[in-house]
């Protein structure tokens, strides 16, 4: 540690913020932030980096940093020691489990965290508290994109690299805005289509810069997805440019899918999704004359009522026309947080172990139990959304949540308060005192990234080791560790003294990760799942059939959610994500004051037509009034937006300006994914402008 005060230290990293996976080196000096490295080594990046990867480290530093655990005192938190924090922790815990059974106890995982603290994490719900009742966030943005592929191909994952985005002839962008949440990958999309030719197509109801760039815009009225990408395959089939050698060697339900498409003509689509015929045979044609095609998606698409059917059309259609397992093809769900991908791959989600392995399955069941020593629950647990309505009725009692914004990042935030203040006990683990931990009786103070040893998986697959170049800060410890203390003072015995141990286990355990070893991600080296006994990547999926027990893919009809008739005093349709500075709702890059000072607060998008009418400019104070809550913003009039569709991007630092006091309840029928894209609002113009 002395060393580490007196001289300047290099250590490879990899980004804490999005899922684009990118690495560099790391230079500090004592506790300060020098500067950040990328490399031409760099598997994902190479040279590159983005704003947030370049300067947003310096929260790690900041003085809001959880330093000492807390305890509830009525109203207010006094710092604690760990001894008596855990203390209290097990006599709470193991008092709900005892007095109401292992299914009163919920456990929300971590995106930002590594790959071994989500596998302890569920481990530790399932072996030492007994319950499936284990989720992470991406049940709020990509779980619809992870069914949709495992419904037709059978993975819930990238299908190829981004590499193979930037060779493929044609990219289409759904409901996504990679200039802003992916800014790494859209630079290399940007790349292939300014020089080398790559055709883009770009649908999303807000102008965002690929849409500007591309060379067709699609503009479909919200939530109408399905409808234009089932009337463009029904079109291509209708030609009969689908690829028959593939859908006969490699897919079943050709024709029952056929036959589902049959109410998807051009017509209903230019009536329902407000596209024009010609803008549907264009993207038809377009398909069709490209000799490899990559679809690209995001919330846009998942975050709907109907999701996964979305995702799911999305991989009917790279079905139909043989756009799979050959470079540059494929489906791309771009992964949110630098780990979403690794906290639903390491068994953070209800119903699957490590590696989408069925907690129901026998077999499966069986080989765990083996290796932890215990008996294990055969049924799937609650998800997160169910969680929260199951405090609602009781039959959760007490949480434990890490690195998660919860009361923040849920849709309708004032109900998920109300029921977070419901809690008998609720433990908060995190870097800042965030708006969850609020609602806490024990906060924890963990440690990020830079200061501790892990791997992160990418929206690729990619998993790449990240090592430590900080010490913790004041009495703060890395997740893993906590995890294994909460863990042993509720009865564990376990001893990881690093996370590479915590690896092997996993890949002891979980096939999809055999052949991964920390010695194996050494320096610049990753490794791409699934990972063979030898070591060896699989970059390409499906190249040996699809995943399903005889190798071929399926076509699964799926219907249109209709969008909802809002009442007429909710006029105007709010869309909603990110933007390039700040990290989705902003609990790291507000706490930089490299990023802050640059985008100190948010903003609503309003279209210039609907300016004119409400007569407002640029600057206007406003409220939006939903069914559900409402919020206070600052206008900013552009022509990003359209007519009555407005914009506002998610982070933010006061309460009062967050979009989720208007989202409602409603999810995605399939995986419970809040229909955060499917509000309506209406907007009043406040006198003090
Ligand atoms: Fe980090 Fe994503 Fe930016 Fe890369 S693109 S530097 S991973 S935030």
């Not at 998606?297 to 756009?323: E, K, Y």
């Not at 609720?426 to 906060?443: L, N, P, W």
């Not at 096939?511 to 610049?524: D, K, N």
């Not at 569709?645 to 006091?661: C, D, F, G, I, K």
Request: proline fraction near 5%; aromatic fraction near 8%.
């Amino acid at each position: 540690a002395s060393m580490r005060k007196s001289r300047i230290e290099k250590t490879k990293t990899v980004c804490t913020y999005c899922g684009v996976g990118c690495s560099f080196e790391v230079w500090t000096k004592g506790r300060d932030i020098l500067k950040i490295e990328p490399s031409v080594d760099a598997p994902v990046n190479g040279v590159s980096t983005c704003i947030k990867g370049k300067w947003g480290w310096d929260f790690v530093n900041s003085e809001e940093r959880l330093t000492k655990p807390l305890i509830r005192q009525g109203d207010r938190f006094v710092e604690s020691s760990w001894d008596e924090a855990l203390s209290l922790i097990a006599e709470k815990l193991g008092g709900i489990r005892d007095q109401h059974g292992s299914d009163a106890l919920a456990y929300i995982a971590s995106s930002k965290c590594s790959n071994e603290e989500n596998y302890i994490f569920q481990k530790f719900a399932r072996s030492i508290m007994g319950t499936n009742n284990v989720d992470n966030c991406s049940r709020y943005c990509q779980s619809p994109a992870t069914s949709g592929l495992m419904r037709t191909v059978g993975l819930g994952g990238d299908t190829g690299t981004i590499q193979d985005i930037q060779q493929a002839e044609l990219v289409l962008i759904v409901g996504a805005n990679p200039a802003e949440s992916h800014p790494v990958l859209a630079t290399r999309v940007k790349r292939a289509h300014k020089l080398h030719g790559q055709k883009l197509i770009v649908s999303d109801i807000r102008k965002n810069e690929m849409a500007e760039r591309a060379d067709l815009h699609l503009h479909p009225k919200p939530s109408s997805d399905l409808v234009w990408l089932s009337a463009v395959t029904k079109y291509i089939i209708d030609q009969g440019w689908e690829n028959r050698e593939f859908l006969d060697q490699h897919v079943e339900g050709f024709d029952a899918y056929r036959e589902s498409l049959a109410p998807y003509t051009l017509e209903y689509a230019e009536e329902n999704s407000g596209l024009s015929r010609e803008e549907l045979i264009r993207t038809a044609e377009m398909i069709h004359q490209s000799g490899s095609t990559c679809i690209l998606w995001a919330m846009g698409v998942t975050q709907h009522r109907g999701g996964t059917d979305t995702s799911t059309a999305i991989c009917n259609l790279l079905l139909t026309t043989g756009n799979f397992a050959r470079p540059g093809t494929g489906a791309y769900p771009l992964r949110g947080h630098n780990n979403v991908q690794g906290a639903c791959d390491f068994g953070t989600m209800p119903n699957f172990f490590p590696g989408y392995e069925k907690v129901s399955d026998d077999a499966v069941r069986s080989r765990y139990e083996q290796a932890w020593g215990v008996k294990l629950p055969d049924q799937p647990g609650l998800d997160n959304h169910q969680m929260v309505d199951a405090i609602e009725d009781g039959r959760i009692k007490g949480m434990y949540l890490f690195g998660e914004e919860m009361a923040f990042v849920d849709s309708n935030s004032n109900f998920v308060e109300e029921m977070f203040a419901k809690l008998d006990f609720f433990v908060v683990q995190d870097i800042f005192f965030s708006r969850t931990a609020q609602f806490a009786d024990v906060v924890l103070p963990a440690s990020p990234s830079l200061e501790k040893d892990g791997t992160f998986t990418n929206t690729e697959r990619r998993i790449q080791r990240f090592h430590q170049a900080l010490e913790p800060l004041g009495d703060s410890r890395p997740d893993w560790r906590i995890i294994q203390d909460v863990a042993n003072a509720l009865g564990a015995n376990w001893n990881y003294r690093h996370p590479s141990e915590i690896m092997d286990e996993a890949a002891s355990l979980a096939p999809m990760f055999a052949g991964v070893s920390y010695e194996r991600l050494e320096g610049w080296s990753s490794q791409v799942w699934p990972v063979k006994p030898d070591g060896s990547s699989t970059e390409l999926l499906y190249t040996d059939g699809f995943a399903f027990p005889d190798g071929k893919a399926r076509l699964y009809p799926v219907d249109w959610t209709l969008p909802f008739e809002p009442e007429a005093e909710y006029d105007l349709h709010l869309n909603n994500g990110r933007l390039l500075e700040h990290f989705h709702e902003g609990n790291m890059t507000y706490q930089s004051e490299n990023i802050r000072h640059k985008v100190p607060s948010t903003w609503l998008e309003v279209s210039p037509e609907l300016a004119a009418e409400r007569g407002i400019e640029t600057g206007a104070k406003v409220r939006l009034v939903s069914p559900f809550g409402a919020v206070k913003l600052s206008v900013v009039v552009t022509d990003r937006v359209r007519g009555k569709e407005l914009y506002l991007p998610m982070n933010t630092q006061h309460a009062s300006e967050a979009v989720n006091r208007l989202t409602s309840s409603h999810t995605d029928k399939v995986t419970h994914t809040p229909s955060y894209k499917e509000i309506n609002v209406r907007m009043e113009v406040l006198e003090d402008r």
